[in-house]
């Protein structure tokens, strides 16, 4: 006889499997696997899979979901369970400060049973992701000089974005499968601020294909240097009301009503936009701890974010006249780390997008 008093609800499933002798041959072969040391965070597992978690921080159980298909798991259980009803034996995963980590040899047993399944399921597939690299061609943007070895290097806004841009667009095409990654300029070429957004629009075969917009730029204070530093985001403030309903549904509906969803899809735009940039400065701290994000996610009303009609976030990637700043902008390998923590913000905000009614 079990007693079930006192358990989560993880313990209860696994008990009342035990009980039935469910699946042994899979935990036996599963008992197998070699031992390590070696840990990992399970957001690494989630960007090699595309298995979505999700995460009972009350109970502390979490459900890692590929498609329609499940693994079950509780820090420190040495037992998972595979679509509710098949018992896998593990290394237990680690519950560290707020963050799972997976022991190497669970980490390649969930990595092939994940594998194995269906494609995550895509509820709101996005159909593109536009990147906008600030300024170019006759506007340069924000600059400012270094002199190295006695050589005067000016550095401009609108090279550093363009790297940083083609750098996050190869990023997330690696991340993500099913999204167009697409740049509004390609090279050093002036684009007027309406013809971005414009062609942000021109992707959407269909009045509701959604589309993301991520404007890139680097800031500066008005004095010739600053203390201020760090990453920040915008997006369009709520109180901005403004025409977001296509004009195909508009067309079709009575006023009252077009009035109503337009309110609707704005209110939507604006909860999107915020989760968004969270996501990315999540990822920013996580993967660039020297890099401030406390100056946070802000509203703010730039032409690009306001005339996107979808959700957008403007990045202020760092402070051109703050010297720590400048230092690390100056590098294409700063330049391709801080574009890498964009695209697995960008990426992770996309799964949890497209899974959700």
Same mark, same amino acid.
């Given at each position: 006889?079990?007693?079930?008093?006192?358990?989560?609800?993880?313990?209860?499933?696994?008990?009342?499997?035990?009980?039935?002798?469910?699946?042994?041959?899979?935990?036996?072969?599963?008992?197998?696997?070699?031992?390590?040391?070696?840990?990992?965070?399970?957001?690494?597992?989630?960007?090699?899979?595309?298995?979505?978690?999700?995460?009972?921080?009350?109970?502390?159980?979490?459900?890692?979901?590929?498609?329609?298909?499940?693994?079950?798991?509780?820090?420190?259980?040495?037992?998972?369970?595979?679509?509710?009803?098949?018992?896998?034996?593990?290394?237990?995963?680690?519950?560290?400060?707020?963050?799972?980590?997976?022991?190497?040899?669970?980490?390649?047993?969930?990595?092939?049973?994940?594998?194995?399944?269906?494609?995550?399921?895509?509820?709101?597939?996005?159909?593109?992701?536009?990147?906008?690299?600030?300024?170019?061609?006759?506007?340069?943007?924000?600059?400012?000089?270094?002199? !190295?070895?006695? @050589?005067? &290097?000016?550095?401009?806004?609108?090279?550093? #974005?363009?790297?940083?841009?083609?750098? /996050? *667009?190869? %990023?997330?095409?690696?991340?993500?499968?099913?999204?167009?990654?697409?740049?509004?300029?390609?090279?050093?070429?002036?684009?007027?601020?309406?013809?971005?957004?414009?062609?942000?629009?021109?992707?959407?075969?269909?009045?509701?294909?959604?589309?993301?917009?991520?404007?890139?730029?680097?800031?500066?204070?008005?004095?010739?240097?600053?203390?201020?530093?760090?990453?920040?985001?915008?997006?369009?403030?709520?109180?901005?009301?403004?025409? !977001?309903?296509? @004009?195909? &549904?508009?067309?079709?509906?009575?006023?009252? #009503?077009?009035?109503?969803?337009?309110? /609707? *899809?704005? %209110?939507?735009?604006?909860?999107?936009?915020?989760?968004?940039?969270?996501?990315?400065?999540?990822?920013?701290?996580?993967?660039?701890?020297?890099?401030?994000?406390?100056?946070?996610?802000?509203?703010?009303?730039?032409?690009?974010?306001?005339?996107?009609?979808?959700?957008?976030?403007?990045?202020?990637?760092?402070?051109?006249?703050?010297?720590?700043?400048?230092?690390?902008?100056?590098?294409?390998?700063?330049?391709?780390?801080?574009?890498?923590?964009?695209?697995?913000?960008?990426?992770?905000?996309?799964?949890?997008?497209?899974?959700?009614?």
């Amino acid at each position: 006889m079990f007693t079930l008093s006192h358990r989560s609800p993880f313990n209860l499933m696994c008990v009342l499997l035990l009980a039935a002798t469910v699946s042994t041959g899979a935990a036996e072969s599963a008992r197998n696997a070699p031992d390590s040391s070696v840990s990992t965070d399970i957001v690494d597992l989630l960007e090699q899979t595309g298995a979505v978690l999700e995460w009972d921080e009350f109970t502390r159980t979490g459900v890692l979901w590929s498609g329609l298909d499940s693994i079950s798991f509780a820090p420190g259980e040495p037992i998972a369970v595979v679509n509710f009803d098949e018992l896998l034996r593990i290394e237990p995963i680690v519950y560290d400060r707020g963050r799972l980590r997976v022991p190497g040899a669970t980490f390649a047993t969930l990595v092939e049973r994940l594998g194995d399944q269906i494609d995550p399921l895509r509820l709101r597939p996005v159909k593109a992701i536009v990147i906008d690299p600030g300024h170019g061609g006759r506007d340069p943007g924000t600059f400012r000089s270094l002199t !190295v070895d006695g @050589e005067t &290097i000016t550095y401009y806004e609108k090279d550093i #974005v363009l790297e940083m841009a083609r750098h /996050l *667009k190869a %990023e997330l095409s690696m991340l993500l499968d099913g999204p167009e990654i697409v740049l509004t300029r390609e090279s050093d070429v002036y684009l007027p601020l309406k013809d971005r957004t414009e062609f942000a629009h021109s992707l959407r075969d269909d009045p509701l294909d959604n589309v993301l917009f991520v404007s890139l730029h680097v800031n500066a204070s008005p004095l010739p240097w600053t203390d201020a530093r760090g990453v920040e985001i915008y997006y369009l403030p709520a109180t901005q009301r403004r025409q !977001v309903l296509e @004009e195909e &549904i508009a067309a079709s509906l009575e006023p009252e #009503v077009s009035s109503i969803l337009n309110d /609707l *899809k704005e %209110e939507e735009y604006t909860v999107e936009s915020v989760l968004m940039g969270k996501a990315v400065l999540d990822a920013i701290a996580r993967d660039l701890p020297e890099t401030p994000i406390e100056r946070g996610v802000r509203v703010a009303n730039f032409f690009v974010v306001r005339e996107a009609r979808m959700p957008s976030i403007l990045i202020e990637t760092g402070f051109i006249n703050n010297r720590v700043d400048l230092d690390l902008l100056a590098t294409s390998e700063y330049r391709r780390e801080i574009a890498a923590a964009i695209a697995s913000g960008i990426a992770a905000y996309v799964r949890d997008f497209e899974q959700l009614q």
